[in-house]
């Protein structure tokens, strides 16, 4: 495949914190293609720490208000860069404005889904099933520009001033790294979320039967929600060994604590891929959305798979048939066994470096089970 001559490459994924990680594999396959290149990134300066540890990014520009004026000034920044190549991984209307406003000679796109998904789903309510993952869509944007679309797993790198305050926080509360589970229970859409007390009861669990404390994650919003998670009314037992930190770090510093946890609990949300990409071993629990979108290899999934499933592109407020059943379905027993699980191999064969699972003396990832 004969790649054009391209000094100056920008990507664009402004959000949301998953799609955002998702985009990895892109950075490294153009590394890898272009070596002496700029590769620069284009993202909301709110999740600008998912970038920051980036080793394949030489820039990396923010959007820093949603306003025109915002997007406007943006795009005058990034045409005084003059990149020659544009991909645009968002495909919305700022992400085209800004791919148009940068003078680029080559811009390519990345596609969102099949032609008449949106009808099937939103008009005719059918189930949406993806046809393909959503890093493949990515790579595959990256063939204009003469790059082999192969498939990779996303990575995320952690941000050294990142890395040294989780291990700092992780001295100050008494919790070594790689002995406890991350749990994040929330999720911008409600649909999306497991019911907040199975989360109780599971947290319970994990202290009880496996003597691992939990560490409640998310953001300031979801503080309330932790809190009801860890109290004594819901988790009888777990207090003090569930601690809530939900709205006390940064992004890059939760995806820090993640990354250094034994292993993680969520639902289908921004951190639960965080999570995935790096390395840490993941229980995912989806329900309206579709998880034929990711890569679940060493992880485990817990889905119900009812025929009303998955409803959604993306969740929503309330289910369209009242009764929630992808969720309410899955019971503790489920995704604490599926935790349970993940824990086993990595005691008996792995350890934890960098964030990522490797085996002893090898360079091989560990815990690449089936799905």
Known sequence: MSAPALEKIALIRMSSVGDVVLTEPVTALLREAYPRAEIA??????????????????????LREGSLAGVRALGREVRERGYDAVVDLHANF???????????????????????????????????????RL??????????LGVEPVYRRPRYHVAEADREWAEEYLKLVGIPPGGFAVV????VWATKRWPAERYGALVRRVNAELGLPVLLLGSAGERELCESIASPESCVACAPSARVAAGETTL???AALIALARAYVGNDSGPTHIAMAAGTPTVAVFGPTD????????????????ECSACSFFGGDRCRLSHWNCMRTVEVDDVFEAFEGLLGPIAADGARVGGELRAPGTGDDVGRGGR
């Open 135 to 144: 890093v493949e869509r990515y790579v595959a944007s990256l063939i204009p």
């Open 252 to 254: 890059g510093q939760m």
């Open 184 to 187: 994040v229970p929330g999720s």
């Open 94 to 132: 700022r992400s085209r404005y800004l791919a148009g406003a940068s003078g680029a000679r080559l811009v390519t796109r990345y596609r969102k889904r099949e032609v008449g998904d949106a009808y099937r789903v939103r008009v005719r309510k059918q189930p949406f099933r993806a046809s393909k």
């Open 41 to 62: 990134f284009v993202v909301k300066a709110g999740l600008v720490d998912l970038v920051a540890g980036n080793p394949y990014l030489d820039a990396i520009h923010l």
């Open 291 to 306: 998880p034929g979108q990711f890569d679940f290899e060493g992880h485990a999934l817990v889905y119900a798979d009812l």
